[in-house]
């Protein structure tokens, strides 16, 4: 079985960690978004029911799914209920991921390349799980103007930018076009797979 090289995008909420992923797609690896992950996960009646026995019957939408927004408002609010939350999650994600790259090394023609799009890479302890990390950093106006989430209280409980970007092995300044950002990845990809 031959593993792809594992890689975790990381970085701050609105540095462009979305757009490396797709661009990471378009060059040819094989990509999974951890949010995708959690959506699904959110959906098994074993989440669904802990979560709201965790959190209330408020976090649950009329259709009888989890509602995202309705979750975030509770657990950004209360840094306990987030704690759990992540502790429940974040052991589940890994699982999922670990079981995607290995039905990877298995395909008869397996990608070079495999990556992930990782938030709390560092803050949860997960780089050991990947070959390779790149940080997407953007100074804080361009990301305010990217990303209208609640970004305050959650970015006081990230490591810095600069403390990311010296345990990485790639990191890119994101306050270029869309084309900069591809060459980057285009220039990245051309390493892992030389």
Known sequence: MTRPVAVAIT????????????AFARQGAATVSSDEIVHELL??????EAVAGRLG????????ELDRGAI???????PEALRWLEELLHPLVSAE?????EQLG???????????EVPLLYE??????????????????VRRGRSAMARDEREQRLLPDEEKVARADFAYVNT??????????ASVMGKLTA
């Not at 298995?106 to 992930?116: F, G, H, I, K």
């Open 11 to 22: 970085g701050g909420i609105g540095a462009g960690k979305s757009e490396a992923l797709a």
């Open 43 to 48: 959906r098994r009646p074993e989440v669904r």
């Open 57 to 64: 019957n408020g976090v649950v939408g009329p259709d009888g």
């Open 72 to 78: 975030a408002t509770v657990v950004f609010n209360d």
């Open 97 to 101: 991921y670990l079981t995607w790259r």
């Open 106 to 116: 298995r395909l008869p023609n397996p990608p070079r390349v495999c990556v992930t």
């Open 124 to 141: 949860s302890g997960a780089e050991g799980r990947f070959d390779k990390v790149v940080v997407v950093t953007a100074p804080d106006a």
């Open 176 to 185: 270029g076009s869309l084309a900069d950002l591809e060459a980057f990845v």
